[in-house]
C-alpha cells in the first residue's frame, strides 16, 4: 500500500514524504532518485538523454538499491552525484522518454507491493499506483520554490526559477506520466506552511481514513 506524494520541484516533496514515513513508521520511496541514477548511468556512459532507445537501455539494466537514505548505482553510493546540477538536467530529459518510464514504473510497483510506503514523485498517483487510498498533490508558487532551491543549493534564486520553468514545462507536457493532479488527490499548498504543518495534516488524513 502506498501513500502517494506528488507534486513539482521544490514544492516540498521530499522533506513532507520523509518525515511523514517517519511519523507513521512506513517507507520512505524516492522516485525522482531512480530517474536521476538513470541519467547519471546515462552521462558515466557519454549517452546523450535526449536518445531514447539508449536511454530505455540503460534504465533496463541498472541495478538501483534503496538502503534507507543511501542509494546504490550497480553497487556504487551515488547519493551526492545524483544531485549535481548536471544530472538534475539529465534527469529532466531522461524522464521524457516512454521506455525509461516503463521500466522505472514496473520497478516502483514491484517495491510498493511488498509493505507500506509513503512514495514521491510526479506519477504516483496517476499512474504508479492509481489504487493508492491517500494522494497528496503538494504545490508551492514557482517563486517559493525556486528561493527553496537557492537557500538548499546556495545558486541564484532568478537563475534557479528559469531552469525549473524549463523542467515543470517538460514535466507537465510530456506524453507519458505527466505531472497532473489526480481526480482523488488533496492539494495542498505548502507556501505558507511549515514542515510539521503539513505533516500534521497528511498523517491526520492517513489516520482518519484507517491507514495508520
Ligand atoms: O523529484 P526530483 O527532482 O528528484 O526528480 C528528478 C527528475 O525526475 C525530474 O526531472 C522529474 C522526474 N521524475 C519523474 O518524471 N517522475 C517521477 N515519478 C519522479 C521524478
Redesign the pocket.
Known sequence: MVIAIDGP?GAG?SSVARALSDELGFTYL????M??CVAAAVLMRDLDPGDPESATAVAESIEIDFDWDRISLDGDQVDQLIRTPEV?EA??RV?VHPGVRAALVTEQRRLISRGRYVAE????GTVVSPESPLKVFLTATPEERARRRALQTGGDADQILLAQNE?DR??SEREV?ALRVAEDAVEVDTTDRSLDEVVAVIAGLARGRGLA
Request: charged share 40%; net charge positive.
Open positions: 520541484a516533496k524516492d522516485s525522482g532518485a530517474y536521476r538534475t534527469a529532466s524522464s514523485g510526479r506519477d504516483i523542467r517538460r514535466d506520466g
